[in-house]
């Protein structure tokens, strides 16, 4: 335990020092740990963002530092109140300090686009990733093993339910990941640094964590004498604001997603010919992913490999496809899933290709230019960003989760809302040119019967 208790400091520039064991610093200096050196933590942003270069390294670090105030925070309101809550044992810190130092190591480069937007592979937080990553196979994983964190980290990141996941306590969990927690508590204050967009993060917040020893539950205590507490209220419903914030301005922006098609169209054409496969992405950087979807590219047909090659280096130079049609949630609620079962996903591959087919086809047809069409259509569940984070209500016994009382508070439901107008099914061009782009929107119409496009054509293109 004396060693264990040995820490080091580092120099961040968002929170200032932070404190790390030397048991934590022995697993960053796995392979596994740098190379998330070269992933940034917002992918393509900083093509819109040009200081956007932090990195999922760099968020994992800071990641740790807010769990460590959480507990703290934790510990400090049980020795208050000791009947109602339970303490972080340092055992418990050890681990759950760990999983937060890992919990993005399965990261792939661009992984977002191709994971959650594109349902290429599997979720960088599914079981298989974190197996694989923390097998005995790897140095990371060795290293785990040695420390006799691996079966804890493992439970702590996967799913109940997951083989080989052992029961734990639900806080171990939730101090890292959920509505408010570590992870975006880091992120949103990272990311905004990173961006230059204006966020103040009230670090008051940290302090209002408890947990309940009935469940186990993680939660946010919104009563003092039968009474709401309003201030604590609305500070958690400005960190929900400043997450959507940024959803709209950043996460969600139409240049990162049109630069993320580039990358995901180029890696989809690639696993289809079977000449690349979700494996050989686990060991690449957002540099090095790039040349290895051009070695690829020439062990494909040369159709495919001529447009991977295209893609890649129009990502390199930013030569973003453009917008011809937006056809946003809000204006196609009646055909939003029909538009989701069709298009998402791999199952949606085949079905993506034959419409873009049939709008270059047409086009060039009409036009007699050549086109390239990208379809990208994202999944529903993007928009669902319920307010998960338990609270114990005054006059409501136990805790229940905040999304339970949305009726209550109308700024969540407007929130609910704003998220579920976010989903955007948009159909993006290689061109340029105004008209070749209003032919691509004329052509779309007949392609999305009943689809309502909101994107009007800029002269000169988008």
Same mark, same amino acid.
């Given at each position: 335990m004396a060693t264990r208790k040995r820490y080091s400091v580092m120099r961040d520039p968002v929170h200032g020092d932070i404190y790390l064991t030397h048991e934590e610093l022995r697993i960053l200096d796995t392979p596994e740990m740098q190379r998330m050196r070269g992933i940034k933590q917002l992918g393509p942003a900083f093509l819109v963002f040009p200081g956007a270069l932090h990195t999922r390294f760099d968020h994992s670090i800071g990641t740790v530092h807010i769990a460590q105030k959480m507990i703290d925070a934790i510990n400090l309101s049980f020795d208050l109140d000791p009947a109602r809550g339970i303490k972080i044992s340092d055992e418990e810190a050890r681990v759950i300090r760990m999983a937060g130092l890992l919990h993005d190591v399965t990261h792939i480069p661009f992984g977002h686009n191709i994971e959650d937007q594109d349902a290429l592979f599997r979720r960088h937080d599914s079981a298989y990733r974190y197996e694989r990553m923390f097998s005995k196979e790897t140095p990371l994983g060795r290293e785990l093993e040695a420390l006799g964190l691996r079966e804890d980290v493992f439970s702590v990141l996967t799913k109940p339910g997951t083989e080989g996941r052992r029961d734990v306590p639900p806080y171990w969990s939730q101090v890292l990941s959920g509505t408010i927690a570590a992870d975006i508590l880091d992120y949103l204050a990272r990311d905004a640094y990173f961006t230059g967009l204006r966020l103040q993060v009230d670090e008051r917040v940290h302090s209002y964590f408890k947990i309940d020893r009935a469940s186990g539950n993680l939660y946010i205590d919104l009563a003092k004498h039968d009474l709401l507490r309003e201030d604590i209220l609305s500070e958690i419903v400005r960190m929900l604001e400043a997450r959507y914030f940024f959803s709209e301005r950043v996460y969600y922006h139409h240049a990162k997603v049109a630069a993320g098609a580039l990358v995901a169209r180029a890696i989809d054409l690639l696993v289809r010919e079977k000449v690349l496969f979700e494996d050989d992405l686990y060991g690449?950087?957002?540099?090095?992913?790039?040349?290895?979807?051009? @070695?690829a590219a020439a062990r494909a047909t040369p159709e495919t490999g001529a447009t991977v090659r295209d893609l890649v280096d129009r990502f390199r130079t930013r030569r973003l496809y453009k917008r011809a049609c937006v056809f946003p949630a809000y204006e196609n609620e009646a055909i939003q899933s029909e538009l989701v079962n069709k298009y998402f996903a791999q199952d949606g591959g085949q079905a993506r290709a034959l419409v873009e087919g049939r709008i270059e086809e047409m086009v060039r047809f009409a036009t007699g230019r050549?086109?390239?069409? +990208? $379809?990208?259509?994202?999944?529903?569940?993007?928009?669902?960003?319920?307010? @998960? +984070?338990? $609270? @114990?209500?005054?006059?409501?016994?136990?805790?229940? @989760?905040?999304?339970?009382?949305?009726?209550?508070?109308?700024r969540l439901k407007d929130l609910e809302r704003s998220y579920q107008a976010l989903w955007k099914f948009y159909v993006l061009c290689d061109s340029s040119d105004r008209d070749v782009l209003m032919k691509v929107q004329e052509v779309a119409a007949t392609e999305f019967p009943g689809a309502r496009n909101v994107y009007t054509v800029a002269p000169g293109g988008s």
């Amino acid at each position: 335990m004396a060693t264990r208790k040995r820490y080091s400091v580092m120099r961040d520039p968002v929170h200032g020092d932070i404190y790390l064991t030397h048991e934590e610093l022995r697993i960053l200096d796995t392979p596994e740990m740098q190379r998330m050196r070269g992933i940034k933590q917002l992918g393509p942003a900083f093509l819109v963002f040009p200081g956007a270069l932090h990195t999922r390294f760099d968020h994992s670090i800071g990641t740790v530092h807010i769990a460590q105030k959480m507990i703290d925070a934790i510990n400090l309101s049980f020795d208050l109140d000791p009947a109602r809550g339970i303490k972080i044992s340092d055992e418990e810190a050890r681990v759950i300090r760990m999983a937060g130092l890992l919990h993005d190591v399965t990261h792939i480069p661009f992984g977002h686009n191709i994971e959650d937007q594109d349902a290429l592979f599997r979720r960088h937080d599914s079981a298989y990733r974190y197996e694989r990553m923390f097998s005995k196979e790897t140095p990371l994983g060795r290293e785990l093993e040695a420390l006799g964190l691996r079966e804890d980290v493992f439970s702590v990141l996967t799913k109940p339910g997951t083989e080989g996941r052992r029961d734990v306590p639900p806080y171990w969990s939730q101090v890292l990941s959920g509505t408010i927690a570590a992870d975006i508590l880091d992120y949103l204050a990272r990311d905004a640094y990173f961006t230059g967009l204006r966020l103040q993060v009230d670090e008051r917040v940290h302090s209002y964590f408890k947990i309940d020893r009935a469940s186990g539950n993680l939660y946010i205590d919104l009563a003092k004498h039968d009474l709401l507490r309003e201030d604590i209220l609305s500070e958690i419903v400005r960190m929900l604001e400043a997450r959507y914030f940024f959803s709209e301005r950043v996460y969600y922006h139409h240049a990162k997603v049109a630069a993320g098609a580039l990358v995901a169209r180029a890696i989809d054409l690639l696993v289809r010919e079977k000449v690349l496969f979700e494996d050989d992405l686990y060991g690449t950087t957002d540099h090095s992913v790039l040349d290895v979807l051009v @070695r690829a590219a020439a062990r494909a047909t040369p159709e495919t490999g001529a447009t991977v090659r295209d893609l890649v280096d129009r990502f390199r130079t930013r030569r973003l496809y453009k917008r011809a049609c937006v056809f946003p949630a809000y204006e196609n609620e009646a055909i939003q899933s029909e538009l989701v079962n069709k298009y998402f996903a791999q199952d949606g591959g085949q079905a993506r290709a034959l419409v873009e087919g049939r709008i270059e086809e047409m086009v060039r047809f009409a036009t007699g230019r050549s086109v390239k069409v +990208i $379809v990208y259509c994202p999944a529903k569940e993007m928009q669902l960003k319920e307010a @998960r +984070i338990h $609270v @114990r209500w005054p006059g409501v016994q136990g805790v229940n @989760r905040l999304s339970d009382f949305s009726e209550r508070v109308p700024r969540l439901k407007d929130l609910e809302r704003s998220y579920q107008a976010l989903w955007k099914f948009y159909v993006l061009c290689d061109s340029s040119d105004r008209d070749v782009l209003m032919k691509v929107q004329e052509v779309a119409a007949t392609e999305f019967p009943g689809a309502r496009n909101v994107y009007t054509v800029a002269p000169g293109g988008s």
